[in-house]
Nanobody, 126 residues
Framework: QELLVESGGGLVQAGDSLRLSCAAS????????VHWFRQAPGKESEFVAA???????YYTASVKGRFTISRDNAKNTVDLQMNSLKPEDTAVYYCAAGRVLRTTTTTLTPSNFAAWGQGTQVFVSS
């Protein structure tokens, strides 16, 4: 398993925006589907968004219209722009890359994903 690095988390107020970034060190995202997941305190991990190798995007219903996932192949990064943040968006956000698009599996194992990160904390105050 290779390591991805997330950045951009922080403490914001409801209605604010944050931009998370997922970077791959020593690996290219070319050909990979990249996902963002999150885990709130006391809750199970959930799928947030994904972008396929050719740019198709997927979102969970609760973030559709507020979050935008994008990839920059030149920089080898995948970003998650989060607007109109709500307290219920508070969670540790982490990214994972794999050959197969997985919107229902959050288990970070080599059989599911080729690489994932340690996560970045997002806290949204009301």
């Amino acid at each position: 398993q290779e390591l991805l690095v997330e950045s951009g988390g922080g403490l914001v107020q409801a209605g604010d925006s944050l931009r998370l970034s997922c970077a791959a060190s020593g690996r290219t995202f070319t050909g990979y589907q990249v996902h963002w997941f999150r885990q709130a305190p006391g809750k199970e991990s959930e799928f947030v968004a994904a972008i396929t190798w050719n740019g198709y995007t997927y979102y969970t219903a609760s973030v559709k219209g507020r979050f935008t996932i994008s990839r920059d192949n030149a920089k080898n990064t995948v970003d998650l722009q989060m607007n109109s943040l709500k307290p219920e968006d508070t969670a540790v956000y982490y990214c994972a890359a794999g050959r197969v698009l997985r919107t229902t599996t959050t288990t970070l194992t080599p059989s599911n994903f080729a690489a994932w990160g340690q996560g970045t904390q997002v806290f949204v105050s009301s």
